[in-house]
T-cell receptor
Framework: DSGVTQTPKHLITATGQRVTLRCSPR?????VYWYQQSLDQGLQFLIQ???????AKGNILERFSAQQFPDLHSELNLSSLELGDSALYFC????????????FGSGTRLTVV | GQQVMQIPQYQHVQEGEDFTTYCNSS?????IQWYKQRPGGHPVFLIQ?????EVKKQKRLTFQFGEAKKNSSLHITATQTTDVGTYFC?????????????FGQGTILTVHP
């Protein structure tokens, strides 16, 4: 157990639907990062939050949105899902004030059918 | 934007052979990190390099950071079957304390017993 909790582990949904992925960071970590991993794209950065505020944005689609709540957990919302959105979605967290390594959760495998 | 290229994409070795993966950034990095992802798992932080020309060792693994802080390498001596997985480098842009990591595409290592 890495200390970063992601739910659900697996999700199968139909095209056009909306899903929410949840992440609880490691205790004490203020930063949360979302990454998408597909076979041909590696780990693609989506978005970063730090203590409730959006800090950096990657090539995140307009259909995707995220937020970090006061208790520091984060949610990634994916809407109008397409087949190409099928991927592993990882959440990671890192300690504040340090250039420390990320701790990744075990990921959510999303399958859009 | 910042790009991190990693080669080779795949490497097959016989157990006991050495293995090296190389990472190059399009921009100068503040630091570089290495991660290992076992098949079916999530990326796990291995090490962080910060200083120009830095070399760090972890048992059979040797990590180097280039003098210009734009390239890095990971060398595994005498591979074992437990080394199987995907090795990612990830760069943090210069002057950024809380910025996102940009991951290379990864090198998939297969070790034949």
């Amino acid at each position: 157990d890495s200390g970063v909790t992601q739910t659900p582990k697996h999700l199968i949904t139909a095209t056009g639907q909306r899903v929410t992925l949840r992440c609880s960071p490691r205790s004490g970590d203020l930063s949360v990062y979302w990454y998408q991993q597909s076979l041909d794209q590696g780990l693609q950065f989506l978005i970063q939050y730090y203590n409730g505020e959006e800090r950096a944005k990657g090539n995140i689609l307009e259909r995707f949105s995220a937020q970090q709540f006061p208790d520091l957990h984060s949610e990634l919302n994916l809407s109008s899902l397409e087949l190409g959105d099928s991927a592993l979605y990882f959440c990671a967290s890192s300690a504040p004030g340090q250039r420390a390594g990320y701790t990744f959760g075990s990921g959510t495998r999303l399958t859009v059918v | 934007g910042q790009q991190v290229m990693q080669i080779p994409q795949y490497q097959h070795v016989q157990e006991g052979e050495d293995f090296t993966t190389y990472c190059n950034s399009s921009t100068t990095l503040s630091n570089i990190q290495w991660y290992k992802q076992r098949p079916g798992g999530h990326p796990v932080f291995l090490i962080q390099l910060v200083k120009s020309g830095e070399v760090k060792k972890q048992k059979r693994l040797t990590f180097q950071f280039g003098e210009a802080k734009k390239n890095s390498s990971l060398h595994i001596t005498a591979t074992q079957t437990t080394d199987v997985g995907t090795y990612f480098c990830a760069g943090l842009g210069g002057g950024t304390s809380y910025g996102k990591l940009t991951f290379g595409q990864g090198t998939i290592l297969t070790v034949h017993p």
